[in-house]
């Protein structure tokens, strides 16, 4: 239904080789997002958004600018020019409750060897820093201590002064902790104060692998394949896009409990996590799904493998686990991913998304475009409840008796 809305739409790849568990009905009855919005200012690929505040996002990508914009109308409202090169992180860095001035910025880092801090109100430079040696491929604040992060060859931390700090060992927090991936298939859970790793898992990769008739494996295994692009968590699950599949980890079980292999036809770039355990991926493919996040009963009395992706095949059971061990490992309630809707407006890759609870979802390109998808039910009783006002005031509107 989507692809008719839009015209020309992208056909997706490998159609015919596609499993059911990836297709859907073209009614798409429990997806919402049957509206949407193209918005055009950027001459080149817009690979990041970050959301201001509840109506206000930003895009930015290798063209170099910075673009406001209203999410519930799709109004470009400021733009901000200062890098040469292209951008390769943004964030925002949101004022304390204590502070006096309570603006929004936006800190932008470049391959021009830069970071700009912008007053996201004024599109006003802030400040500039060209102290790095090295181009700044990611950005993070960490709000409850009141510092951001810049990271390239060289990681470091400053404070809101826009200080960098030599020593953080004066910096401390309780309960805090993150997560990281990389492209060799590692997820490690770390302790932010002494560094140590809470939970670690690791695809053990055999370029041999002893085939099964009950997995899909592929004669010839890519690097990309086993590679973390992105993830997400909350305070039970990791939601990890890897290669072109979804994977859920769950922190107190230590397993993964859920995963599509093949989520997508290509590898997934972003992830997120939404209300009523609902998923958002996004794919080089050009595609944009949602995924409902159920739970089902483990019928097989198997003992589970270990590793972060046994599901490819790769990983090994563990022989020497107590039959204790096995007994919860059956019993325990697993999950499945159920693709609920199929979002097709992109002719390009879909770098990554927004999600507005009341406005709706954001996503980017490498087609040069921003499409703003609108909850057609919403906004179609919005249309009339401006209707109905309108001949209010115009007195036009008469009640029966």
Known sequence: MLRWLIGGGREPQGLAEKSPLQTIGEEQTQNPYTELLVLKAHHDIVRFLVQLDDYRFASAGDDGIVVVWNAQTG??????????????????????????????????ASADRTVIVWDGDTARQVQRISCFQSTVKCLTVLQRLDVWLSGGNDLCVWNRKLDLLCKTSHLSDTDLSFVTGSHIGELIIWDALDWTMQAYERNFWDPSPQLDTQQEIKLCQKSNDISIHHFTCDEENVFAAVGRGLYVYNLQMKRVIACQKTAHDSNVLHIAKLPNRQLISCSEDGSVRIWELREKQQLAAEPVPTGFFNMWGFGRVNKQASQ????????????????????????????????????????????HLIILWKNGERESGLRSLRLF???EENGDLYLAV
């Not at 204790?324 to 309630?333: D, S």
């Not at 097709?344 to 998304?353: A, C, K, L, N, T």
């Open 75 to 108: 109004e470009k409202l400021l733009e901000l020019n200062g890098h040469t090169q292209k951008i390769t992180a943004i964030i925002t860095f949101s004022s304390l409750g204590s502070c006096e001035e309570k603006n929004q910025l936006i800190l932008t």
């Open 324 to 367: 204790p061990v096995k007994k919860q490992q059956e019993n325990a309630t697993s999950c499945s991913l159920e693709l609920i809707g199929d979002l097709i407006g992109h002719s390009s890759s879909v770098e990554m998304f927004l999600y507005f609870e009341d406005h709706g979802l954001v996503t980017c390109s490498a087609d």
């Open 389 to 391: 006002q309108k001949l």
